[in-house]
Structure formats: C-alpha cells, structure tokens
C-alpha cells in the first residue's frame, strides 16, 4: 500500500465519507490472475487499511478488457473505465450523488471516468501518475487537481468539502 494511504482513507471515514475501490482489473482477461485470486488481494488491501483503522465501503473491480483474452471476460463493457458502470453501481447501491464525488487516480482513465460522470478529479503523482499527468494534458481530460499522493489529495477533498459548507452555511 502506498505510504500515507491508511491515513488518508482513515481521515474520509472519520467524517463519514464513502470510499471505494473502483479498479481495472484486465489481468483475469488476459488470463494473469482468476477472479478468485483477486479476494486474499482484497483481503489483503482491508487488512492493511484496518492497521490505520481504516475501511473501504467496498471494492468494484473490472475483469474485463475489449481485446485480449478469452470470454466470458474478453468483452467490451460498461464497467471498465473510462467508462463508467462501476461508478453508476456504487451510486445505486449506496445512494452516491457522483456530481458531488471525487475521483482520485493515477490513469487518464480514472479522470475520464470522473469527468464523464460529473465529479470532481484529482491526479495522483504515484504510480502512473507522471506519465498519466502528460496524457491528460494532451488528450484534454485535465482534472480539477493534481496531487503527489494520495494523503495530499485527500486533504485537497476535505479543504474542498470544508469550503462547501461554509459557502452554504
């Protein structure tokens, strides 16, 4: 788990924000790892959270990929971002208003995604981020912000949630 993550997710559920998971997974397309192997990975992820006493609301994850493997995952979907079937369940199962949501990620297509259902963006700096930051500029999908870790970001959301109240108040 990236450094300061726990923390992070730990300072949304403190103020009784939804997080979620919301991951590519083509690697059980392409035949690299089954769905099955995808739950101690899970597990494993929970568990380091609850170290920092923090939890997701839960973890949607594509199997998917439009091109390679084998069906039933080799199959041009809803759910694999940018496109955005993975957020749209999230916001029937839990009631999510995504215009007031945020995406934080490290790909153009975590911010493709953001953008396409109305929320908030932020750009990561770990992983991808570096070479994601690039593409977003040249492809136009610019997020609302970019961070250079998730901690940084997370504290970005809550200024942004802070303003929001006290605009309203």
């Known amino acids: 788990m990236i450094a ?5 997710v730990r300072n949304l559920n403190e103020r009784s924000l939804l997080t ?3 991951s590519n ?3 059980v397309a392409r035949g690299l790892l089954t769905e099955a192997d995808l739950v101690p990975i899970h ?13 997701l609301d ?8 439009p091109t390679l493997g084998t ?12 496109q955005t079937g993975m957020f749209q369940r999230a916001a029937e199962e839990f009631g999510v208003d995504l215009r007031r949501s945020y995406v934080v990620g490290d790909k153009v297509a975590d911010i493709e995604a953001g ?3 109305g929320a908030h963006t932020v750009l990561v700096l770990t992983g991808y981020g570096p070479s994601s930051l690039h593409e977003c500029r040249a492809s ?20 942004q949630l802070e303003g929001d109240v006290q605009n309203h108040a």
């Open 43 to 55: 597990k494993r992820l929970e568990e380091e959270l609850a170290r920092d006493h923090a939890h």
């Open 25 to 27: 997974q083509s690697g």
């Open 115 to 117: 953008r396409a259902i």
């Open 140 to 159: 136009g999908a610019v997020p609302d912000a970019v961070k250079p870790t998730v901690a940084e970001a997370v504290e970005y959301i809550l200024q």
């Open 20 to 22: 979620f998971v919301v």
């Open 4 to 8: 300061g993550a726990g923390k992070a």
């Open 71 to 82: 069906p039933p995952y080799r199959l041009s979907c809803d759910c694999r971002k940018p």
């Open 58 to 65: 839960r973890i949607y994850y594509c199997p998917h990929h």
